[in-house]
């Protein structure tokens, strides 16, 4: 069995579809942070069969829309003390802002680049968010 440590004080990102985990990871750039991180790999879940995991010893800020936008079954769970004192269950989010960039290159967001990025959930089944300026259609899995 595998052993990974106790978190003091930090984050623990759980039920990730197997796979995802890496684009979270990247997303949140745990590769150049100081303290430690644990990335588990298809772990078993009894919910989805297999499952990724981020431990993140540490208490750092996480943008919960993009990561409702990768997987929106996430988990995330705030340890304080060794112990989870919140848990916090994503969805797809309704409106998301600077997380999705408009594809169009004739919307006014792609010249204007001070405008804030606003797309709004078009389709839940689907995973589609519509751009508030010229309502290009994205999948929720295409943003930077």
């Avoid at 579809?17 to 997303?27: E, P, Q």
């Amino acid at each position: 069995m595998l052993n990974i440590e106790e978190i003091k004080n930090g984050i623990v990102i759980d039920h990730i579809k197997a796979g995802l985990g890496i684009r979270i990871f990247n997303w949140l750039r745990l590769e150049k942070v100081p303290f430690t991180v644990a990335y588990i790999t298809n772990a078993n879940s009894e919910r989805s069969g297999k499952k990724d995991i981020i431990k993140i010893d540490n208490t750092i800020s996480i943008n919960l829309d993009a990561l409702g936008l990768i997987d929106p079954n996430i988990t995330v769970n705030i340890i304080e003390n060794e112990r989870v004192t919140k848990k916090i269950k994503l969805q797809l989010p309704q409106r998301v802002e600077n997380v999705i960039v408009c594809k169009n290159p004739r919307c006014i967001s792609s010249t204007e680049k001070y405008l804030t990025h606003v797309f709004h959930l078009e389709n839940q089944q689907m995973r589609t968010y519509r751009c508030e300026y010229c309502d290009e259609i994205i999948l929720a899995g295409d943003f930077h």
